[in-house]
């Protein structure tokens, strides 16, 4: 089964195809309506102040901001190395046990 298909997304009164997986669905649709939100969010606190293009370009430092911050809140790192380093002392024990 084709995993991958085409789903129309509207942002600012446009539609777009848009092929997706379809486990990207319900991530996509619930980023298209946030995308939405913010949008009149900002045309209200701007006020016409701007086009919708720049509007999207707030928004699309805004998702690059949280995607930032979730990257460097979740980072794995110091885990990961630490396990790396646990796991070569372990290695190094059973060896010297071995021998």
Excluded: C
């Amino acid at each position: 089964m084709d995993d991958n298909f085409v789903i129309n997304i509207k942002i600012a009164e446009r539609s777009y195809p848009i092929p997706i997986k379809r486990q990207e669905e319900e991530y996509i649709r619930e980023a298209v309506k946030w995308v939405n939100k913010m949008l009149i969010n900002y045309q209200s606190v701007y006020k016409d102040e701007f086009e919708v293009r720049d509007y999207l370009a707030l928004i699309a430092v805004k998702a690059a901001s949280y995607a930032i911050q979730y990257e460097r809140e979740h980072d794995m790192t110091p885990f990961d190395d630490k396990v790396r380093e646990l796991t070569a002392r372990l290695d190094a024990y059973l060896a010297g046990e071995e021998g």
